[in-house]
């Protein structure tokens, strides 16, 4: 059987490639569209930042046996070493445990987890002395306290650690469990 190769006819190169460049603008426009602002975007990040770093400082604190101290403070976080010799909260040398300064669109706080509660957000007042808010021992026990950062245009997510170390991430409407 012979083909006659002027009645056959397919699509060429240039129409399959204009296919496939409009059926990826289409899921481009579509994926843009069921995406979450970028404010809420950024919250989720920068608490599982949070949570990830909490999560190595716990672990860190065990394997080095030393007491660590997170300062909240208004603009980030810090992390304290507490010094036996001296029996004073200190900056961290440890290189994994740096200071950490939020968005400017983003604002966190610190609350007990056993009240409702707002602890303050800066230094000790009376003699500016370095005093954390959350304390991560070396036998793994950690202060109960729920941290919320939140945007300018009210998305928010908390972040819940408990005494046993045990992270949970939460927002209005899901909760996920960490480490």
Do not use: C
């Not at 007491?67 to 992390?79: A, C, W």
């Not at 040398?93 to 800066?122: F, G, R, W």
């Amino acid at each position: 059987m012979i083909i006659d190769m002027t009645t056959s006819r397919g699509f060429t190169l240039i129409e399959v490639l204009l296919v496939v460049l409009l059926i990826g603008i289409v899921s481009g426009i579509v994926l843009l569209a069921a995406t979450p602002n970028d404010s809420s975007r950024l919250v989720a990040n920068e608490t599982e930042r949070l949570a990830d770093i909490l999560a190595l400082a716990i672990d860190e604190s065990i394997s080095d046996n030393e007491q660590i101290g997170v300062l909240i403070e208004e603009t980030g976080y810090r992390f304290l070493s507490f010094d036996e010799k001296t029996r004073q909260w200190l900056p961290s040398t440890n290189s994994l445990l740096v200071d950490y300064e939020l968005p400017s669109s983003l604002s966190i706080h610190i609350n007990k987890q056993d009240n409702t509660k707002k602890m303050s957000l800066a230094k000790d007042s009376k003699k500016d002395v370095l005093q954390p808010q959350i304390l991560l021992l070396s036998s793994g026990e950690t202060s109960a306290v729920e941290l919320e950062l939140s945007a300018e245009d009210g998305s928010k997510q908390s972040l819940i650690l408990n005494e046993l170390g045990f992270i949970q991430l939460s927002t209005d409407s899901n909760e996920q469990q960490t480490q």
